[in-house]
């Protein structure tokens, strides 16, 4: 069984740029959600995807998007990135839809830096 | 409003001794309870988690936690602490239904040193 992947593991990009992240999921799961950790804090939930539609979403403007793919793989888009954009963003999958609390598993993250 | 309060950002333990991880919460009704370890460069690990019944219940690696609904806490503990164990510890809570949207909130974390 194949656990959560992301790539890039670090990325630099200059402020005003766009950058594409992007998470694989455990195999067998259908939702997607994605998480921002900035230095010293904990992870802030940015939005949920599941069935291919953005379900679910934290206090993030919209320059941040994503997407859900039909393999259940997902993007995270930022434009127009900010310094405070820097942060480690994590991905976490789950299997929804058995009634029951679904529990997310965490790929090892992405560390974006904006300068 | 929601949200998960972890009031030690930093603890020192010996080896061998015990600990004992803070973490209160404020939510809308009684959430679903978590503990994950995030290793440096690592992504997050779930030590334990509870959803109903016993309020004491037993994790990965040793670890415990009790639910105290009248403090609205959620404490991890363990009895004899290893080299290994030293890392940032996270209290996390999510809603109690089995929906699509299963967002989780995070406290600030307790970064975890380990003496010899």
């Known amino acids: 069984e194949t656990g959560v992947t992301q790539s890039p593991t670090h990325l630099i990009k200059t402020r005003g740029q766009q950058v594409t992240l992007r998470c694989s999921s455990q195999s067998g799961h259908n939702t997607v959600s994605w998480y921002q950790q900035a230095l010293g804090q904990g992870p802030q939930f940015i939005f949920q995807?599941?069935?291919?539609?953005?379900?679910g979403r934290g206090n993030f403007p919209p320059r941040f998007s994503g997407l859900q793919f039909p393999n259940y793989s997902s993007e995270l888009n930022v434009n127009a990135l900010e310094l405070d954009d820097s942060a480690l963003y994590l991905c976490?999958?789950?299997?929804?839809?058995?009634?029951?609390?679904?529990?997310?598993?965490f790929g090892p993250g992405t560390r974006l830096t904006v300068l | 409003a929601q949200s998960v309060t972890q009031p030690d950002i930093h603890i020192t333990v010996s080896e061998g001794a015990s600990l004992e991880l803070r973490c209160n919460y404020s939510?809308?009704?009684?959430?679903?309870l978590f503990w994950y370890v995030q290793s440096p460069g690592q992504g997050l690990q779930l030590l334990l988690k509870?959803?109903?019944?016993?309020?004491l219940v037993q994790g990965i690696k040793g670890f415990e936690a009790e639910f105290k609904r009248s403090q609205s806490s959620f404490n991890l503990r363990k009895p004899s602490v290893h080299w290994s164990d030293a890392a940032e510890y996270f209290c996390a809570v999510g809603p109690n239904y089995g929906g699509a949207t299963n967002k989780l909130i995070f406290g600030t974390g307790t970064l975890l040193a380990v003496q010899p």
């Open positions: 509870y959803f109903s019944g016993d309020t």
């Open positions: 976490a999958s789950s299997l929804v839809g058995t009634g029951q609390y679904n529990e997310q598993f």
């Open positions: 995807y599941y069935r291919e539609e953005e379900n």
């Open positions: 939510y809308g009704a009684t959430p679903y």
